[in-house]
């Protein structure tokens, strides 16, 4: 698969501009060769309340990406906010287990990293 940037410009439903750094990571890395995807984390859609609900099981603070290299690592993109509470706590346990996790601001730090 080859990387082009011109697909990661393209039109989304959703404004998020966190959303869509996600996206232009996944595609990227995947370009690259890496075996990586998108952690869903939001809940399940109630039908009837016509919302989501949130998963009682569900650990918070799980980035967005998982990555497999040679071993495993996690990646979070934060475009305008920081890390919430439960976010660096999970920071906090990768580096106590020793996995890599990455914060990531632009697709050119990712670019920088995985080049």
């Not at 404004?15 to 995807?37: D, M, S, W």
């Amino acid at each position: 698969m080859r990387f082009n940037p011109e697909f990661l410009n393209r039109p989304r439903k959703k404004n998020n501009p966190e959303t869509h750094l996600v996206r232009q990571c996944i595609i990227y890395l995947r370009a690259k060769g890496f075996q990586t995807g998108k952690i869903k984390t939001h809940g399940v859609y109630d039908k009837v309340a016509k919302a989501y609900r949130a998963d009682p099981l569900a650990w918070v603070g799980v980035p967005d990406i998982l990555l497999f290299m040679p071993g495993l690592a996690f990646i979070e993109c934060k475009v305008t906010s920081g890390q919430s509470p439960t976010q660096k706590q999970f920071q906090a346990n990768c580096i106590a287990a020793n996995i890599p996790y990455y914060i990531i601001h632009s697709i050119e730090k990712l670019e920088e990293m995985f080049g």
